[in-house]
């Protein structure tokens, strides 16, 4: 079956531009998450989307936002952008239901100039 | 919070075995994660321990010990393919969440 698919691959804003980034899961998964991936910090979780609902979320500030539709997939938006915002951002899917193998995309890098 | 330690970079002998350690400290411990993520590449999973002991899986074994918050991820018969990075994970309290640690870069040399 598919994988995690996200667009787009690359992208390049300046500060105070917003940024749209979209995840689409693995058919029949219903949950949802995003981290944020740089290279000082590791994976840093941004929130999770369960069945349309935000079930988690980490410790990021308000400029960073999520929805998940009724098929699944997810978006997520990042507004005021700033040069610390530079990042690989990644997508993962799995079931949502009880602990599990997470099946992650191959990522969104933006670039904040 | 939760706090995970691993080294930051590896380098070892192709034909070798490595052995990565990852120390965590966390309340309400669940499970314990490893995956790999090549450069450029997505992260997939390796191995998920719940309980204390070894679980192999071919060239790849997981260790756990809940008790001392320490777990490894031994890998034998080392390939310049498993040239990555190696990230741990711990999920605890109600949370399926896994936090991940910073993630240790492997090196493999012919």
């Known amino acids: 079956k598919a994988g995690v698919t996200q667009t787009p691959r690359y992208l390049i804003k300046t500060r105070g531009q917003q940024v749209t980034l979209s995840c689409s899961p693995i058919?029949?998964?219903?949950?949802v998450s995003w981290y944020q991936q740089t290279p000082g910090q590791g994976l840093q979780f941004l929130f999770e989307y369960f069945s349309e609902t935000q079930r988690n979320k980490g410790n990021f500030p308000g400029r960073f936002s999520g929805r998940q539709f009724s098929n699944s997939r997810s978006e997520m938006n990042v507004s005021t952008l700033e040069l610390g915002d530079s990042a690989l951002y990644l997508c993962?899917?799995?079931?949502?239901?009880?602990?599990?193998?997470?099946?992650f995309g191959e990522g969104s890098r933006l670039t904040v100039l | 919070g939760q706090n995970i330690d691993q080294p930051t970079e590896m380098t070892a002998t192709e034909g070798a075995i490595v052995q990565i350690n990852c120390t965590y400290q966390t309340s309400g411990f669940n499970g314990l994660f490893w995956y790999q993520q090549h450069a450029g590449e997505a992260p997939t999973f390796l191995s998920y321990n719940v309980l204390d002991g070894l679980e192999e899986k071919g060239r790849f074994s997981s260790f756990l010990s809940r008790s001392k918050g320490y777990s490894y991820l031994l890998l034998k018969e080392l390939q310049m393919k498993d040239s990555a990075s190696y990230l741990c994970a711990v999920t605890s309290g109600g949370s399926y969440i896994p936090t991940f640690g910073r993630g240790t870069s492997l090196i493999v040399h012919p």
């Open positions: 058919s029949g998964h219903r949950s």
């Open positions: 993962a899917s799995s079931s949502g239901q009880g602990p599990g193998e997470l099946f």
